[in-house]
């Protein structure tokens, strides 16, 4: 089955502008999750959706949001873009339950300038 | 809040050496994952532990997860180049299955 697709792979904005990434789960996951990751870092939790409702939510500020959509397609948007919003940022799904297995996609890689 | 400290931070040693990687909580977990991620690429599932003192192999790798199911450690025997990458250790707990990640473990293996 297709995995998590990300789009776009690359991009690149100027500080001031904003971003909207978009996750494409795989078919039958209901929940999807957004990370940060700078380079060499671990993974900064953004936000989860599971069934279009925010489940979870990590410590960003409000210039980042997100929503779910009816066939569990995911965005985050990212407003007022600063230099330090610079990262690749993962979305990820998995199936309802414990214990499953969470399957990445391969990230967005934005730059701000 | 929950946290899970992952240590080391970083780590690089000759091939063919053996390490250990810990991953530390005070809280108590459901789950266990363990993923490896590569240069450009997003992160792979290793393994899943759900039991308390469960122990899994994988080819070289062993994972542990503790009694209290508050701990868990990835030993890798005999490190060869191929194993580079960075390790992430994530536990699932809370009433939303909610992931908590450890801050990761940079492994460089020289040849």
């Known amino acids: 089955k297709a995995g998590v697709t990300q789009t776009p792979r690359y991009l690149i904005k100027t500080r001031g502008q904003q971003v909207t990434l978009s996750c494409s789960p795989i078919s039958g996951h209901r929940s999807v999750s957004w990370y940060q990751q700078t380079p060499g870092q671990g993974l900064q939790f953004l936000f989860e959706?599971?069934?279009?409702?925010?489940?979870n939510k990590g410590n960003f500020p409000g210039r980042f949001s997100g929503r779910q959509f009816s066939n569990s397609r995911s965005e985050m948007n990212v407003s007022t873009l600063e230099l330090g919003d610079s990262a690749l940022y993962l979305c990820?799904?998995?199936?309802?339950?414990?214990?499953?297995?969470?399957?990445f996609g391969e990230g967005s890689w934005l730059t701000v300038v | 809040t929950q946290l899970l400290e992952q240590s080391p931070q970083f780590l690089s040693i000759q091939e063919g050496e053996n390490l250990t990687v810990y991953c530390n909580s005070s809280s108590v977990f459901s789950s266990l994952q363990w993923y490896r991620q590569e240069p450009g690429e997003g992160p792979v599932l290793l393994v899943t532990v759900v039991t308390g003192g469960e122990v899994k192999k994988l080819k070289r790798l062993t994972f542990q997860f503790g009694d209290a199911r508050k701990d868990s450690s990835l030993h890798i025997t005999a490190a060869q180049p191929g194993d580079t990458g960075l390790y992430l250790c994530a536990g699932e707990g809370g009433s939303n299955y909610q992931l908590i990640w450890g801050a990761g473990t940079k492994l460089i293996i020289k040849p």
């Open positions: 990820a799904s998995r199936s309802a339950g414990f214990g499953n297995t969470i399957y």
């Open positions: 959706y599971f069934s279009e409702t925010q489940r």
